[in-house]
């Protein structure tokens, strides 16, 4: 027997994540993700992946169709509607309780109708125990756990067709803090994953190992999120008034993170944009257990202003207070300072850019991520730069790290632009297989 594996979206840049994995009468789909550059352009356009046509073949031919969710971003779930409407639901689609959680939340958005009992199954993508490993028709999987800038994210471990395959995207070694509550004791990050990777090896290589090669224009190991930490902690002691904290809504671990540290210092803090309230609710009862303070209502006062719209998009609530006229919204004050704590995804730079320089017109200071100046292309004196964001990938040291665990025989990078790849097949191309799959074409193995 063999293992078809086929990319349906996610080579080739980044968004529209979709794997198809088919054995025997098998068919196992790994995410089902929208392009994060137009949905942001705030028109809430839902561009799914390119070749769902493929899943809609092997559905024609009979094929038993799982889906797992590795995580909640929304390159990787935001198609979901496809899914359903396909007939997918119920113990055929897969998540973490995490995942669940943001669907339900985001479910307006990504144009789909939820009642009480999720239309999914729930599994607990922490426990590494025998039971988790799902019996999913020809296929044995099992969710391993790894470290993201998403809470409950996993990589799946697929075992059919007498073949191993292990689909790692969207991962790094250190997490937050660099350590990791492993059975109730701390341990740090990167020690943990090497941990579970050697578990993985066990005593066979691995077949196929289809790896996120995104961070492959940088040396070493991505560094901590409590770095970005430090940073705004060092900003927020500087600022003479309010600094306005903007990052992607999603970053639960990092907005968790920034609000135990105010409350360290003794500042107050507002939510501003639906979705960023949206995530402070899910956060709500991890910050209560930590003893955090929770928002206040007045923007005025606030110290710190968590905002939406780190993109550019038009309506998230940074345009809607440069264009003004809304009330309910917070004002930029001469001297507030805007943080930016995320990086541009290519293809927003224009709106960006217009966004940053509104801004600046506005605030104090406003200060973004190394490097972003000139990725944005920002005229000089408009925005400074300091350690501000970490990405939630891996770089070149993680990925070799991984390479010498598991030894694969076979490696497919994905969720990459092909010059990433093309940095990544310097790196260790000559050391390992490495093969490129375009959009639609399937390798077997
Ligand atoms: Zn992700």
């Known amino acids: 027997m063999t293992v078809k594996i086929t990319p349906l979206g996610g080579v080739g840049g980044v968004g529209k994540n979709s794997f198809l994995f088919e054995t025997g009468k098998t068919g196992i789909l790994v995410d089902c993700g929208l392009d994060p550059a137009v949905f942001a352009k705030g028109d809430n356009s839902i561009i ?51 995942t669940s959680s943001f669907l339900y939340l985001r479910q307006d958005s990504l144009g789909i109708q939820l009642g009480d009992n999720p239309p999914w199954k729930i599994i607990n993508e922490r426990n590494r125990s025998r039971e988790s490993t799902l ?24 075992i059919g067709g007498g073949r191993k395959i292990l689909h790692l995207t969207d991962f790094k070694f250190w997490g937050f803090l660099r350590t990791v509550r492993d059975n109730g004791i701390m341990r740090d990050g990167r020690d943990w994953f090497e941990d579970i990777l050697r578990k993985v090896r066990g005593k066979n290589p691995v077949d196929c190992l289809l790896l996120d090669a995104l961070n492959s224009d940088l040396a070493g190991f991505t560094p901590p999120e409590e770095e970005v930490v430090k940073s705004l902690e060092g900003i927020i002691r500087e600022a003479p008034g309010r600094v306005f904290i903007s990052c992607i809504s999603s970053n639960l671990q990092r907005i968790e993170e920034i609000i135990k540290m105010l409350t360290r210092l003794g500042k107050t803090y507002a939510m501003v944009g639906s979705s960023m309230r949206g995530s402070f609710s899910m956060l709500k009862r991890r910050l209560n257990k930590a003893g955090a303070g929770f928002p206040v209502r007045d923007y005025n006062e606030a110290d710190v202003i968590f905002i939406t719209g780190s993109q550019g998009e038009e309506n998230a609530a940074i345009q809607k207070m440069l264009d003004g006229g809304e009330e309910r919204l917070p004002e930029f004050l001469s001297d507030d300072w805007f943080v930016s704590s995320s990086r541009v995804i290519p293809g927003n730079e224009e709106q960006v850019r217009r966004s940053i320089i509104g801004i600046s ?23 400074e730069e300091r350690f501000t964001h970490v990405s939630g990938h891996d770089q070149l040291g993680g990925l070799g790290k991984v390479l010498e665990i598991l030894e694969p025989r076979l490696v497919v990078p994905i969720h990459a632009p092909w010059d990433r790849v093309a940095m990544f097949e310097k790196a260790f191309g000559s050391s390992y297989n490495i093969r490129r799959l375009q959009v639609g074409e399937t390798l077997e193995i």
Request: hydrophobic share 45%; glycine share 8%.
């Open 135 to 158: 019996s999913l028709g020809d296929f044995r999987v099992t969710p391993i756990p790894l470290n993201h800038s998403a809470y409950g994210a996993f990589a799946p471990l697929m």
């Open 48 to 98: 799914p992946p390119e070749r769902l046509d493929i899943l809609d073949d092997a559905m024609r031919r009979g094929v038993d169709i799982y889906s797992l969710l590795t995580h909640y971003h929304f390159d990787h779930i935001g198609a979901i509607a496809e899914l359903f409407a396909r007939g997918i639901k119920n113990e055929r689609i897969i998540m973490s309780s995490w």
């Open 361 to 383: 017109r506005r605030v104090a200071k406003v200060i973004i991520h190394f490097g972003e100046i000139a990725k944005i292309g920002l005229p000089v004196g408009v925005a």
